[in-house]
């Protein structure tokens, strides 16, 4: 186990002439929750979208548990243990909550491969234990195309964890969410298992100081502070070019 679990090393992307990430390092240990803050286009969601591999950087390197990841497919770093949630929730809405969970599974669960109904009992129960968890059982028959946002959002969660990675990226979880449900978002993400690593782009403040244990603060796509929740809060350079703000598209 490596403690310094994710490494980014001057990480650039431009984008023309605008650079949305211009020389952005820093690193997460294993198990940490780690928050990526800023005003709108500090380069936050950037940052994601390059670590999960759905962008690739113009130049900086990025390495998960000592190997070098920075140029390889979305898909390989999600089998070495890198899940993700969106923005909008990505969902197959006319499956259930149970199918969306087994279907979600099936690429990193490799238990009773080669025995179909044994397979599928194993994911379903699987699944089962999952949405329990999340507490989403009740929706397990529920086409998720009928879930509320907040439900959704569990459910996404729910999704990601079936791959059981090791770092979990979340791209700004309580967005749209209603002050309840983003009581039940906090409570789902502070019963994440202790090993497990978060990684997550949030504007909301609250759901910020509840999670996690470091913050950073990108503008112009730089590092401007790292430290703990309240250091950040009592960062005087934060206050002058974040605090206050209340959208986010970056």
Known sequence: MNSK?????????????????????????????????GCNGAGKST????????VKPTS????????DITRRASHRRARRGIARTFQTPAL???????????????PHRTQYRWQPAARRRYLAAEAMRQLDTLGLADDAETVAGELS????????????????????LLDEPAAGLTDSDTEALVECLRGLPEDLTV?????HQ????????????????????TGTPAEIAADPRVAEVYLGTTDESA
């Open 5 to 37: 679990l994710l490494v980014v090393d001057d990480l650039v992307r431009h984008y023309g002439r605008v650079h949305a990430v211009d020389g952005f390092s820093f690193t997460v240990a294993q198990g940490d929750r780690h928050a990526l803050i």
């Open 47 to 54: 940052v994601l979208h390059m670590i999960a591999g759905a």
């Open 60 to 67: 900086g390197r990025i390495r998960f548990d000592g190997v």
């Open 92 to 106: 197959l809405d006319t499956f259930t909550c149970l199918e969306n969970l087994t279907t979600a599974a099936r």
């Open 149 to 168: 946002h907040g439900r959704r959002r569990l459910l996404e969660i729910a999704m990601a964890l079936m791959s059981e990675p090791r770092l979990l």
């Open 199 to 203: 990684l997550l782009v949030e504007h």
């Open 206 to 225: 609250d759901v910020v100081t509840a999670i996690a244990d470091d913050v950073t603060v990108l503008h112009e796509g730089r590092e401007l502070a």
